[in-house]
């Protein structure tokens, strides 16, 4: 097969930047990949231009069927604040320019298991679906689930009551059930792996896919972080009543992820597809907590 051309909305945001990486990479291009397509609010910032240096086509953002015209595949990385009215649109370019394969923005939890309390995150499920029904359902819509960001998880731990500096992980539910995470590095890298597959072959990857990059529970994080950089760390245990509460009450997203940590609904590692996207680490070494946790000395990170 020659190789494709793949476009990459919100291509030097936060996860954006590293799946574009990934498609320049020598893993898959030249060799699997002709051309990388960057769209971007920022065309002239300094990612968009490293990534220019680097071999990617770099554009603002104003996606149509027309700036879509020979693209292979595009990947929707453009972020949770866009409204569902741009991932729409941008669904529908890709179908109407013929597009074989499309990434909707649904990165991150699986909350369908947790039936109402995933509601918060609807709204993605409802924009890959609308995406799977156009053109008669022809063009091949894969979502991929990866849990937790290794890197974002440690940036707004404090959101999720995970305190590393003072030591204090407030928790609901059971904190010695594991969850999966992921590099972003590595979802770049399993994304790009993917659309590889599925240009080749549709039926060869699923409609919908996990991701697990390695998995641990906080009370072995806290052990981990523990033996890092000495202390102890104090778990306090709250009712998953009170989240069970908040979500029904207020639709609060926080509380929903933080709800599938503690029901253990956020761990993948006995259903991914790993192996199919990174056989035996052929390809690449997945990155994991242990090696992250050592990199930082223990300690939350803004980078």
């Known amino acids: 097969m020659s190789p494709i051309t793949v ?26 990949v ?9 065309p002239s910032s300094a990612t968009a231009k490293e990534l220019q240096a680097q071999g990617a086509e770099v554009y603002d953002n104003d996606i149509t069927a027309k700036t879509l015209e020979g ?22 370019a890709a179908a109407e320019a013929g597009v074989r394969v499309y990434i909707p923005n649904e990165f991150g939890m699986d909350l369908k298991p947790l039936g109402p309390y995933g509601k918060p995150y609807a709204y993605k499920n409802i924009m890959s679906n609308y995406a799977r029904e156009l053109n008669g359902g022809s063009m091949k819509v894969i979502s991929i689930y990866t849990a937790a960001f290794l890197e974002v998880l440690f940036m707004m731990a404090p959101l999720i009551g995970v305190d590393i500096q003072n030591g204090v992980f407030n928790l609901f539910g059971d904190p010695a059930k594991p969850f ?38 906080w009370v072995d994080l806290a052990k981990l972080i523990e033996k890092e950089r000495g202390g102890k760390i104090t778990i306090n ?3 998953i009543q009170i989240l069970k509460e908040k979500i029904e009450k207020e639709d609060d997203r926080l509380s929903a992820g933080r709800y599938a940590f503690g029901s253990g609904a956020a ?3 006995a259903n991914n597809v790993n192996e199919l996207v ?4 052929s390809l690449w070494k997945w990155d994991t907590i242990e090696e992250y946790v050592h ?3 223990g300690l939350p990170t803004r980078d």
Do not use: C, W
């Open 7 to 32: 476009a990459i909305a919100g291509g030097t945001g936060r996860l954006g930047i590293s799946v574009t990486r990934a498609f320049l990479s020598p893993i898959f291009s030249p060799s699997r």
């Open 34 to 42: 002709r051309r990388v397509i960057v769209f971007t609010r920022q």
């Open 71 to 92: 693209v292979d595949a595009v990947v929707n990385v453009l972020g949770m604040a866009v409204a569902k009215e741009v991932n729409d649109n941008l669904a529908k």
């Open 180 to 217: 999966s995470y992921n590099s972003l590095r590595d979802i770049g890298l399993s994304v790009a792996s993917m659309v590889l597959l599925a240009t080749r072959d549709p039926a060869s990857v699923p409609d919908y896919v996990h991701l697990s990059g390695g998995a641990i529970s």
């Open 237 to 239: 245990i709250g009712d």
């Open 267 to 269: 761990d993948y590692s």
């Open 278 to 281: 990174n056989p035996g680490e």
């Open 295 to 297: 990199s930082t000395k």
